[in-house]
């Protein structure tokens, strides 16, 4: 099917490696970050989430890091899987406002 | 965890003419979002549709052009009017939720599927 974001920023990695994706996010008073995943088709989907008195959280085969001196957001896959295609957003929430989303990567695994 | 559906799920419209999409979530919430996504950005929200009020229409977005209807608490409508080719985006419609299990920050955002609009 179609993609979205055809013109994103895109990581290659190769199956079995370890993904890094980064996020610049714009409010030091956010407090919390969400990173989504966006395949085909799909609208985007939770991965993992943070608060910002935190600077590190794990998932299955995820990671998130927070630097909040710098805003800066990652998000880690380990053993990348050809099911970690996708795009992947980064989005930031200061509580009782609406998220917004940060640019974009668009993961590509290779075999 | 919320279910949006939304439909259509794309559809390729003349310029000049009018798109309805629709958005169904299967509980009860306080606000929906309509979001665009055009091709090779990120999402951008285009208003906040609450029950038995006006929509909030964030910078950039009027309501003669993006007119929202909320009837009830699980229902909303964006049209797109007067398209022309520029209008061409995946619109998405989003509700926020309580998170789920072992997540750590207030909500989550739930998206429908998208509906991919192409004006020709």
């Known amino acids: 099917g179609e993609s979205v974001g055809l013109h994103l920023p895109t990581l290659s990695v190769q199956e079995g490696d370890n993904s890094i994706i980064n996020c610049a996010y714009s409010?030091?008073?956010?407090?919390?970050f969400i990173w989504y995943k966006q395949e085909s088709g799909k609208g985007p989907q939770f991965i993992i989430d943070?608060?910002?008195?935190?600077d590190k959280r794990q998932g299955q085969r995820v990671t998130v890091l927070l630097n909040k001196t710098v805003k800066h957001l990652s998000l880690q896959i380990a053993a990348t899987q050809p099911g970690d295609s996708a795009v992947y957003f980064c989005?930031?929430?200061?509580?009782?406002?609406?998220?917004?989303f940060g640019p974009g990567t668009r993961l590509s695994v290779l075999p | 965890s919320a279910v949006i559906s939304q439909k259509p799920s794309r559809d390729i419209c003349q310029r000049g003419t009018s798109l309805t999409i629709q958005c169904q979530v299967d509980s009860q919430v306080t606000m929906m979002f309509w979001y665009r996504q055009q091709p090779g950005q990120s999402l951008t929200l285009i208003a906040t549709?609450?029950?038995?009020?006006?929509?909030?229409?964030e910078s950039g977005f009027v309501i003669d052009k993006f007119p929202i209807s909320r009837p009830n608490l699980t229902f909303s409508t964006l049209t797109v009017s007067n398209m022309s080719p520029e209008d061409s985006s995946i619109y998405l419609c989003?509700?926020?939720?309580?998170?789920?299990?072992?997540?750590?920050?207030?909500?989550?955002?739930?998206f429908g599927q998208g509906t991919r609009l192409t004006v020709v």
């Open positions: 989003s509700v926020e939720d309580p998170l789920q299990a072992g997540a750590v920050a207030g909500t989550e955002a739930f």
């Open positions: 989005a930031e929430n200061n509580y009782g406002q609406n998220f917004v």
């Open positions: 943070i608060r910002s008195n935190m």
């Open positions: 549709a609450n029950q038995g009020s006006e929509a909030t229409y």
């Open positions: 409010n030091s008073a956010s407090d919390y």
